[in-house]
RNA sequence: GCGGACGUGGCGAAAUCGGUAGACGCAGCAGACUUAAAAUCUGCCAUCCUCUGGAUAUGCGGGUUCAAGUCCCGCCGUCCGCACCA
């Protein structure tokens, strides 16, 4: 094969991508003797075209997995689509397309924009969530957990979506506004499916410890959302001898600053009493309506309804306490209802200030212990029990143990635990879902579809001309026969949360049996995930859903493993400058995108006029700002190559990228240089060796290898640039020549195009594998990663005065010795001895004169 | 409000255990080659000074240490998550 000057990305491109095809190099492989690698990047959704994240993402764990191959892995590395969603909906209303045609076309064209990337996947494990094949599955698992009591159907407030006409998760209300519409959301009373999450909460909070290799802060998040509160249940009674009602505290210690007792619009109690009292019915409807407004959180004005009861104190029942319904009481946590304890809570404080409720402390600030509190900034701090009768002088901590122990010794409450994470609603009323698998019988109630008669199939015909669910008002898709007694009967409508399917498809790609979800011998081979890899927005609800969906599998004996995710990685978004011009007041700055722009070294001006454009900041990639690169138009221009190496270049990996033209320039730039290189390794000039470019060849071998396994590839292309540097300066010998030869292997996983063209240009003797991407990972000799010499910097009073090369590992004597007689330092003694000289090995010494 | 992360040249960054701060890249400057340009190659590139040397430098102010980007205390700033969670 004739050497082209040039390395032509394009065909390149592509003729490498065939080989692999053709040779079958990324299916997986299973052979008993050899450690297996699973790594997954997460699922796109096909929204129509990938974009700079995905490269990003995709180019991360295809470097992993290369890696891996070359290292004597096993290796499964899968793509799928989480194909089912809202967009398609939308298309569908939009656009009169099917939502199932606008995807399947999307996947169609995304698949094809990433096999581009030459990515090391082995497709013929591609899953899409749409497929009967993999919902009719996820049914099945649905009816197991149905079995396993770990689904449930309720009535209850849900987050309505006005604007989707569905049901939102708490996860998906983001400051009362729902996540994909930003329409306010209602509140209203559904019967809906409910998987129980909050079975595992403790589980799933302690498993938290175990996870080593996931970031602190995805760790974080996820504990903070399942939000373990530690404290006292205890019931009012109402004075007058009516049942009262239960309330939930952290602060059973502040039980004596307690001045008034608060329950939520939303509780049952307040609900009854509206009835009998339109006033009361009237402040309720308006906490509802205020309730999930932006302002009304941001105010945080507290308003409250003195409902004319009280209740006794329960350790002094001579002490009567109003009870108040208030709007900063939530239904959905603990009881529904509080003491409120101002002196020592901001917001009761806030709230006492204003209705002329008394305070009293019961907790010293310092030296401060009177009753009376004054200021409007609550006291939340440590300090001893004041004002409190038994409990004064005691700690905070020992106070709440008095109080607890009391309340259970004498009956009225008891020690318990409350979280924040409340169980999972998964009903959507949507049509572009999995169908949860149950029918509604008169008769029979509320029965599992069969399994035999899974999949429950969406029905092809469907009519979005009215907003709603479309299953819902179908023809005849709904009814059916009851499988209990036979008789009318009608399906199920809604469909599951998306999350749903996201939550166990890394089990389906290591198996994907027709008669079953998945092998459990396969899983037990492959799973957890070694290494999984995409964006923190998914730090809690897909990475929560998932691993609860794992212990719920796990704990009906399906699968051995509790955690699906060995170790995680949270990768940086891809950023760019965004380019503006104002529009003047009022109006919004007209946005320019990158291709419009001629970019300088002091500023940018738009090319269809040559005058100036306003710089912006370097921000995330959005249709909105315009400053979106098309991966497409780079790999047309660049090749793939350049592309993933940009993508890996200079930014940690968690870290933003900021995307420039100059970067991937530069990457194209370094794609070239190194096939030149790679023309070299038949040039040995003299033939002898090069004991320094060995030293630094052998080291950058174990370099890289580490930075790629730890995931540092920023790293790991520093180390090949200085690599190619001390190369290129080097004098041809049979030192330079192998390590041109050994540089196509350690770029391989990062520029497999280019890499695999020089390799196949070697004569055939150079090389022991037809494709590089079948090549072992080169091994670095021990000998040569630790130099013979080193510079030893000599400091006095810590302040970097000379240096000098010596044999590596002298003694700490000789070391001494060979510094105080360097002329330089004799000098600047000026014949004096040093009060003392602190000598580190190898590295340095430091007089102190 | 609560919780967390981060702050190093013009820019992206490195410094793995407290041990020579700024590797590597981008941009820039100077030069070589060229009729010219592109490409390529060579060199320079934290700041200041009295410049074969020296001083100051890792957001600011303290501290520990022979030695601090790294450890401790207190500020300031930026970003992220949660948010009336009792």
């Given at each position: 094969m004739t050497r082209e000057p040039r390395f032509g990305a394009l065909a390149a491109d592509a003729r490498w991508q065939k080989a692999w095809e053709a040779a079958n190099s990324f299916a997986t492989t299973d052979s008993a003797d050899k450690p297996k690698a699973y790594i997954l990047e997460m699922?796109?959704?096909?929204?129509g075209r990938i974009h700079m994240g995905h490269v990003r993402n995709y180019a991360m764990g295809d470097v992993l997995a290369r890696f891996k191959k070359m290292t004597g892995h096993d290796v499964l590395h899968p793509m799928g689509w989480d194909a089912f969603g809202m967009p398609a909906e939308n298309a569908a209303m939009e656009k009169g397309v099917h939502p199932g045609g606008w995807t399947r076309d999307n996947i169609a064209s995304m698949r094809g924009q990433l096999k581009r990337l030459g990515l090391?996947?082995?497709?013929?494990r591609e899953l899409a969530t749409c497929d009967p094949d993999y919902y009719g599955q996820e049914q099945a698992l649905f009816l197991d957990l149905f079995a396993a009591g770990l689904v449930t159907r309720k009535e209850s407030y849900v987050n309505w979506d006005?604007?989707?006409?569905t049901v939102l998760a708490n996860e998906q209300v983001i400051d009362g506004r729902g996540?994909?519409?930003?329409a306010l959301v209602e509140k209203k009373k559904l019967s809906q499916w409910f998987l129980k999450i909050t079975d595992f909460a403790d589980e799933l909070l302690e498993g938290l410890g175990g996870?080593?290799?996931?970031?602190d802060k995805v760790r974080l998040m996820q504990e903070n959302w399942i939000g373990k509160s530690q404290g006292l249940e205890f019931s009012f009674k109402l004075v007058g001898g009516a049942a009262g009602f239960d309330v939930f505290t952290t602060?059973?210690?502040?039980?004596?600053?307690?001045s008034f007792a608060a329950i939520s619009p939303d509780h049952p109690m307040a609900e009854r009493m509206a009835q009998d009292a339109p006033e009361l019915a009237d402040f309720i409807a308006e906490c509802r309506r205020q309730g999930t407004s932006a302002e009304q959180l941001e105010t945080g004005e507290k308003l409250g309804f003195d409902t004319g009861l009280t209740v006794e104190?329960?350790?002094?029942?001579a002490l009567h306490l109003p009870v108040w319904v208030v709007?900063?009481?939530?239904?959905?946590?603990?009881?529904g209802a509080i003491f409120g304890c101002p002196a020592h809570d901001q917001r009761d404080l806030d709230f006492a200030r204003k209705y002329g409720l008394p305070i009293h402390r019961v907790i010293a600030d310092g030296d401060e212990t009177a009753q009376h509190f004054t200021g409007d900034e609550a006291y939340t701090g440590p300090g001893k029990l004041v004002n409190?009768?038994?409990?004064?002088?005691?700690?905070i901590d020992e106070a709440k143990a008095a109080i607890v122990s009391r309340a259970e010794h004498e009956g009225w409450g008891k020690g318990t635990t409350v979280w924040r994470l409340r169980d999972?609603?998964?009903?959507?009323?949507?049509?572009w879902g999995t169908p949860i698998p149950f029918i509604h019988c008169h008769a029979c109630g509320t029965v599992p579809v069969?399994?035999?008669?899974?999949?429950?199939v969406l029905p092809e015909?469907?009519?979005?001309?009215?907003?709603?669910?479309?299953l819902d008002r179908?023809?005849?898709?709904?009814?059916?026969?009851?499988?209990?007694?036979?008789g009318d009967a009608v399906r199920e409508t809604d469909t599951l949360d998306t999350f749903v399917d996201s939550s166990w498809y890394f089990l389906r790609f290591a198996s994907s049996p027709s008669d079953r979800p998945f092998d459990p011998e396969v899983i037990r081979r492959w799973?957890?995930?070694?290494q999984y890899i995409g964006?923190?927005?998914?730090?809690i609800l897909h990475l929560l859903y998932a691993r609860f969906w794992t212990r719920a599998l796990h704990k009906m004996g399906?699968?051995?493993?509790?955690?699906?995710?060995a170790s995680l990685f949270t990768q940086g978004m891809v950023t760019h400058e965004t380019y503006s011009r104002e529009q003047g007041e009022g109006l919004p700055p007209l946005y320019f995108t990158p291709d419009e722009i001629e970019r300088s070294a002091d500023g940018a001006t738009l090319t269809a006029d040559a005058a100036p454009v306003q710089v912006g900041r370097v921000i995330k990639m959005s249709k909105s700002k315009k400053n979106v690169v098309d991966p497409d138009a780079i790999l047309d221009q660049y090749g793939a190559d350049a592309a993933r190496w940009f993508m890996l270049?200079?930014?940690?990996?968690?870290r933003d990228l900021p995307w420039s033209e100059a970067g991937i320039e530069g990457a194209w730039r370094f794609v070239q240089r190194l096939w030149r290189l790679f023309g070299?390794?038949?040039?040995?000039?003299?033939?002898?060796?090069?004991r320094a470019l060995a030293r630094k060849l052998h080291q950058a071998i174990a370099g890289v290898g580490a930075d790629i396994e730890a995931l540092g590839f920023n790293k790991a292309v520093a180390k090949i640039h200085a690599l190619a540097n001390d190369i290129e300066k080097a004098k041809p010998s049979a030192t330079r020549a192998e390590a041109c030869l050994t540089l196509i292997r350690l770029v391989a996983p990062m520029m497999p195009h280019l890499a695999e063209e020089a390799w196949a240009a070697l004569?055939?003797?150079?090389?022991?594998?037809?494709l590089v991407a079948d090549a072992a990972w080169p091994t670095a000799d021990p000998a040569l990663l630790v130099d013979d010499e080193v510079t030893i910097a000599i400091q006095m009073a810590g302040k970097l005065r000379d240096t000098m090369t010596l044999a590596k590992g002298l003694d700490k004597d000789a070391i001494e010795a060979a510094a105080l007689a360097r002329p330089r330092i004799a000098e600047l003694l000026g014949g004096a001895t040093p009060k003392k000289v602190i000598v580190v090995p190898d590295r340095l010494v430091n007089i102190v004169p």
């Open positions: 699922f796109p959704y096909p929204s090391a996947i082995d497709w013929s006005p604007v989707d006409m996540w994909r519409s930003g996870l080593d290799s996931w970031p602060r059973p210690d502040t039980l004596f600053g307690a104190h329960p350790l002094d029942p709007n900063y009481v939530l239904m959905d946590y603990g009881t409190s009768h038994f409990l004064d002088g005691m700690t999972w609603g998964v009903s959507r009323q949507r049509y069969p399994k035999d008669q899974l999949p429950v015909d469907v009519d979005f001309s009215i907003p709603g669910n479309p179908h023809p005849t898709w709904k009814h059916v026969r009851c499988p209990s007694c036979g799973l957890p995930v070694d964006g923190v927005e998914h730090a399906m699968i051995d493993i509790v955690e699906p995710f270049s200079d930014s940690p990996p968690e070299d390794t038949e040039n040995v000039g003299d033939g002898g060796e090069d004569p055939a003797g150079q090389r022991a594998t037809t």
